[in-house]
């Protein structure tokens, strides 16, 4: 091989073994292999100076030596890459023991809670949910639980209706948001005719009302619902009783006044002793020893048939009560407000 050959390799190759960061190699790759003026270069073009019966043996030595310190830059290239990647590494390991962020977790708003509250009670006395629409038609809101138009007792459920025309008219009343969970009483009976039936059906209601510490104009309800062969007030008072020891404390008694809805027969008013001073009268039972829990009765015989039972072979039980003023009750919250008012202060005390 030519001498000048041989030099170029061995400078090349101790020079690129003394390159020892990403600068360094790349002034080498200059030096060595730039097609301009890089001394491999260099060494191709005097190729052309030689005369014609050198010229293979000495191109054969020039691609030999190129390809040479071509595999050594490849390799030294890794090495150097490899030696930087682990000093990166360890100069800037983690440091397990600092503290993590907290993740900000939700929670469930404190009516979902008692919602799922409730529905772990009844589950347990055989109550499935059932599922009623928001928006309903005036005669499954009033007219099916016997309460017709014109009758007094809507009053008490004074609410908002709902258009489907683009022009709404004050008279078009066929729609309305619904004031009470009882009209899914008729949805399920009409379903279910004639299996027996007992669930609950939890949801919003609406009404036209004034917004006040107690009084929301959307606020949940729970209505609950037996249907079946020699049903009796018993039982409704039973399962309330049950209902009230398990919600609010075993040793719970639990009273009845009679009522008046349009849908039950006989109505009543189920109230148990109050939470706060045991039944010896507070501020909370306004001295009473009582707090109302729900709204209830049988089955009125129209609404029975109205939802395909016959009333002679068919009796039940119905009560309705309301979520957030027991809620009020059961955490001394004293606006109701509290609960729509989407204010973190609040709802983060609970859960
Ligand atoms: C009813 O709505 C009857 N449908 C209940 C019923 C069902 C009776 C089945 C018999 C058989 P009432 O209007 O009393 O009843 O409402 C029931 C509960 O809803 C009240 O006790 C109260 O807890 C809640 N409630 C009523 N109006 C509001 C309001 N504006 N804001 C918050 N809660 C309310």
Redesign the pocket.
Known sequence: MHENLVALREAALSELAAAVDAEALEAWRIKYLSRKGGALSEAVKALAALPREERPVYGQAVNAVKAAIEAAFAKRQEQLKAAALEAELSGSAIDVTLPGRKPSLGRLHVTTQNLRQLYAIFAEMGFQVYDAPDVETDDYNFGLLNIPPYHPARD??DTFWVSQSATPQPTERSLVMR????PG?IRVMRERCPEPIRVILPGK?Y?Y?QITA????Q?Y?M??LAVGKNIRMTDLIGTLQQFARRMYGAGRRLRVRGSY?P??EP?IEADMDCILCGGKGCGVCKYTGWL?I????MVHPVVLRNGGYDPDIYSGF?????????AMLKYKIND?RYFYGNDLRFLEQFG
């Open positions: 008490m459920w004031t009470h969970t009882s009483q209601c009404r009302e107690r009084s929301e104009h606020f309800q209505e609950g809805f849908f039950t109505s109302e729900a709204g209830a009765g119905a009560f309705g009560m309301g979520v957030e003023r027991p109701i």
